[in-house]
């Protein structure tokens, strides 16, 4: 038998907790609607995507897919924002592939775009993971995260009130080399476009310290770390860098494979940090995702699958329930994210 077929059934006999609707009502910090991610719901009655949201106890929902482009931005500002403007909130992003053509005054040309983009009905900034990874300048050089030649971006975000929702690097075992160390290798196998190795992809850890330089160095912007921080198989590193940055803020989206099978530690890093934590699915507005975000929110089940597949899909291990206060479960679900994106 190839391993590739291997099925292994638990024996284990342990309870299943069925949670149809959340605690609490739930903001959607960080999901898309038409990006590969979302599967195109501008092709869809707004009703349903409505109606779906509600049957996920999901009272607002936002949208990142305007990080893609102007073109996208204002598409989606017309078709969900401006129809439902209680329940949507669409975010902007930065053309990096005007730098060669813009040379030295790109920054200020994006900052520039940057105001455009609020104008228009943007309520906030999404960078892509392609900076660090593929961003590159006049030169042809590769970007880092740092670059004091951005401050221009950085500062007018700041300035117009924008929360920047930052996306750097990517799981910490797609650095690593694809053989059979490595936890991903099924996923890597799958998406080979996804490993970074060094070199001639930074390392990981030069990326995630750029990182935490950047919003230290401007702390009166806020600063939300997508997927735990970009760093969730280290939680202890995501809370050293909360302390020393307290316009900073992360969200769970897309890492609740990482959060579950380290249940100790990331319930004592959820009441911690219980003020700092941003709800995000990062699916696409699916209702058996959802419903498996909130049974590990909301329960002390144990050993059980991450997605609603029969193979987990970031690494072959089950998670277990977090079990998180109601209080801790307000603060995530929903108010943290009315006071950072002030809904």
Not at 90 to 102: A, L
Not at 113 to 126: F, N, S, T, V, W
Not at 225 to 247: I, Q, S, T
Not at 281 to 291: A, F, K
């Amino acid at each position: 038998m190839l391993l590739e077929n291997f099925r292994p059934r638990s024996k284990l006999v342990t309870k299943t907790t069925l949670v149809t609707m959340p605690r609490f009502p739930v903001i959607d910090a960080h999901n898309h609607l038409a990006s590969p991610f979302g599967g195109g719901w501008d092709q869809k009655p707004l009703s349903e995507l409505l109606d779906l949201l509600d049957e996920a106890g999901v009272t607002h929902y936002v949208d990142l897919d305007g990080g893609w482009g102007e073109e996208i931005l204002y598409h989606h500002l017309d078709y969900f924002k401006a129809k439902a403007p209680e329940r949507f909130q669409v975010f902007g992003g930065v053309d990096w592939s005007k730098w060669e053509s813009m040379g030295g005054g790109f920054a200020e040309w994006a900052a520039g775009r940057l105001k455009i983009q609020k104008e228009a009905g943007a309520q906030g900034l999404k960078i892509w993971k392609g900076f660090g990874l593929h961003v590159k300048d006049q030169n042809g050089q590769l970007v880092k995260v740092d670059d004091p030649r951005l401050s221009p971006i950085w500062e007018t975000a700041g300035e117009l009130g924008l929360p920047v929702l930052i996306h750097v690097a990517d799981p910490v075992a797609f650095f690593d080399p694809v053989d059979e160390t490595n936890e991903r290798w099924e996923e890597l196998g799958a998406h080979p476009d996804w490993a970074f190795p060094s070199p001639p992809f930074p390392p990981f850890m030069e990326i995630i310290n750029g990182f935490k330089t950047l919003v230290t160095r401007h702390s009166s912007t806020t600063f939300i770390g997508a997927h735990a921080g970009c760093y969730a198989e280290n939680l202890e590193w995501v809370g050293r860098m909360l302390d020393a940055c307290p316009n900073y803020y992360v969200d769970i989206s897309a890492r609740f494979g990482e959060l579950g099978r380290q249940p100790y530690t990331a319930q004592k890093f959820f009441i911690q940090y219980q003020d700092r934590i941003l709800y995000g699915s990062d699916m696409g507005p699916d209702l058996d995702v959802y419903r498996l975000n909130y049974r590990l929110l909301e329960t002390d089940d144990e050993y059980f699958n991450y997605n609603p597949g029969g193979i987990p899909l970031q690494g072959r291990w089950f998670v277990y329930g977090l079990s998180l206060p109601d209080d801790v479960l307000k603060k995530i679900y929903s108010e943290n994210a009315r006071k950072v994106l002030k809904f």
